[in-house]
C-alpha cells in the first residue's frame, strides 16, 4: 500500500512547492479568500477552534482565520520543514493556545478527542486511496463539537474525467501554464502528481460525507480542478 500520505515534494524539494505557492498557480488566494468571507459569516464573533489536518506552514488558512477569535489550534504535518514555517506563522493568531503535531493525519485524526468547531483539511486529502478517504470523513466526523463542520479544500475530477485523464490534462496545464518555474521543476510537479494524486469527483466526496452522518454541505469556492466544500455535522440530539 501507498503511504497516507507522500511529504516528499515538501522536504526534498520544499522550494519548488514555495514557488508554486508564491506564484498562485492553484488558485490558494482566491480560495482561501471565500474561504475567510465564509468563516466571518458562519462563525461571526463566536469563538472557534480548528483542527488543521496535513497543515503545512499554515500561512493561507491564518490569513483566513483573520478577525476570528480562535481559542484554540492544533496543526498536524508530516513534514519537520512545514511545521518550523507553520511555528512562526502561529504568532498571528496572538493568545489562541496553538500546537503542532508531526504525524500522518490519519493517525491524528484517530486520537485526538471531539471538540473541534472546525476541522480544515487543504490539498492533503487527495493523496490518500479511495478506502482512506472514507475513513477520513468518518474520523473527522468524530472531533467535531456540536454545530461545526468539515472544511477541505483539494483537487477533484471534473465530471467526464477519470484520473488517467485528470493526470494528463492537470501535468499539461503545469506544463504549459506554470512557466514561471523551471521545467525541471515542473517534471518534478507532474511525477509528483502522477504517481501521488488520487482525486474524486466532489459528488464521490459528498457520498462519502453523507455516509459518515454530515447533514448538509456545499461548494465554498471553485477554480476548475481546485475546490473548496463546507460538510456540517449532524445534530447529535
Not at 102 to 107: C, F, G, H, I, T
Not at 111 to 137: M, N, Y
Not at 198 to 215: I, K, N, Q, V
Amino acid at each position: 500500500m501507498l503511504p497516507i500520505q507522500d511529504n516528499s515534494i515538501f522536504t526534498d524539494s520544499w522550494w519548488i512547492y514555495g514557488q508554486v505557492l508564491d506564484g498562485d498557480y492553484m488558485h490558494h488566494r482566491a480560495l482561501y479568500g471565500d474561504l475567510g468571507s465564509f468563516l466571518a459569516e458562519r462563525f461571526a464573533r463566536k469563538g472557534i477552534s480548528v483542527l488543521d489536518l496535513g497543515c503545512g506552514e499554515a500561512r493561507h488558512l491564518i490569513e483566513a482565520l483573520r478577525g476570528r477569535q480562535v481559542t484554540r489550534y492544533l496543526g498536524v504535518d508530516l513534514s519537520p520543514v512545514s511545521l518550523a514555517a507553520a511555528a512562526e506563522n502561529l504568532t498571528a493568531l496572538g493568545s489562541a493556545h496553538t500546537g503542532l503535531i508531526e504525524a500522518d493525519l490519519l493517525d491524528a485524526v484517530s486520537e485526538e478527542g471531539p471538540g473541534f468547531d472546525l476541522v480544515f483539511s487543504g490539498f492533503a486529502i487527495h493523496h490518500l486511496t479511495f478506502e482512506q478517504k472514507r475513513e477520513f470523513f468518518l474520523k473527522a466526523a468524530g472531533q467535531l463539537a456540536d454545530g461545526g463542520g468539515l472544511v477541505i479544500m483539494d483537487v477533484a475530477r471534473e465530471t467526464d474525467e477519470d484520473r488517467a485523464t485528470y493526470l494528463d490534462r492537470y501535468c499539461a496545464w503545469v506544463t504549459s501554464s506554470w512557466t514561471a518555474l523551471p521545467a525541471t521543476s515542473r517534471q518534478v510537479v507532474c511525477e509528483h502528481v502522477r504517481a501521488r494524486d488520487f482525486p474524486e469527483h466532489p459528488a464521490t466526496l459528498a457520498e462519502m460525507a453523507r455516509a459518515a452522518g454530515f447533514s448538509a454541505g456545499g461548494e465554498i469556492s471553485g477554480r476548475r480542478w481546485h475546490r473548496c466544500w463546507w460538510f456540517e455535522q449532524a445534530s447529535r440530539a
